[in-house]
DNA sequence: TGCAATTATGTTGCTCGAAATATAAAATGC
DNA sequence: GCATTTTATATTTCGAGCAACATAATTGCA
């Protein structure tokens, strides 16, 4: 293997994880407007679609664990945007349930797909491929685990 | 723009989020046995590069700003890994510079990027492929800005 | 039945990541 | 030469992200 190999820019790991980031500062003036976050916009693109999800589900979606999603659902259901609540058939399980006022944000925040695709510059194609192409690599490095 | 768009799954972003986790919990049980976390292990590949840095250089290389470089070159220092110094042509310039124990964790951190290649299953030529790909996404993302 | 193993969530402690602000040094302009 | 602006870094504060551990409910099996 190449001595090249082992700069910055050979690595994959570093694009992937500097262009996350440079999407987050994309979505962070249009998400402040919203007073949300990131992380719980995702959670509510989950919720707006199927409405209520438990707390197992959601850290299976996201791959994000209890320790993040605990107090981050916390952090919403205190800004109304959720309500949280015990099974009655399991007392383990927390259902999480979208509220009115999280419903509302939907509306709000259905322009910025169309918004951010415009401004990354690509196709509509182009994303799509390039999404099929990370969630097969995805698929692989979650199968090694 | 169709209903779908709005899935969790749609979202080119997510999938970049989502990938960017899964390798960095590939890299972690490989890190764990040089000390170092993964932006730590970034930083290094950029001094193992160039020996030295101002803080300014590192943080447009990795696009992380003070706020995250300043403590962590800090905790850096104190396990001996890099030594800072303020410029003395001007003053407002801290020089970080990797020390002999740096180095050594270079030999000891060689094996890391073949090691996860082989582990993404995917071949050296589509990942350099798919590193141009999403540099070009960044960058138009970066224009943005 | 009863007890060990499993499951779902919560808590703690540490490390990023970044916005906002502060501070001190250097550059600029008059 | 001095005030203003710019530049480089540091600090504060908050929200993730995750490992390790804790807890309580359920399951499974001897």
Partial sequence: ???QRFTLDSHLCFSLYACSRAIFRMYRPLL???????PQYLVLLVLWDRQESSIKELSQVLSLDS???TPMLK????????ERS???EDERIVTVRITEKGLELQDRAS???????????LDINQIDMLNE???????SVDNYR
């Fill in 1 to 3: 293997m190449d001595q």
């Fill in 32 to 38: 402040d407007e919203l007073n949300l976050t990131y």
């Fill in 67 to 69: 320790g993040t999603l």
């Fill in 75 to 82: 952090r919403m259901e205190a800004s109304g945007l959720l």
């Fill in 86 to 88: 015990r099974s009655l």
């Fill in 111 to 121: 322009c910025i797909p169309a918004s951010l695709v415009e401004s990354s510059g």
């Fill in 133 to 139: 192409t990370i969630r097969t690599l995805m698929s």
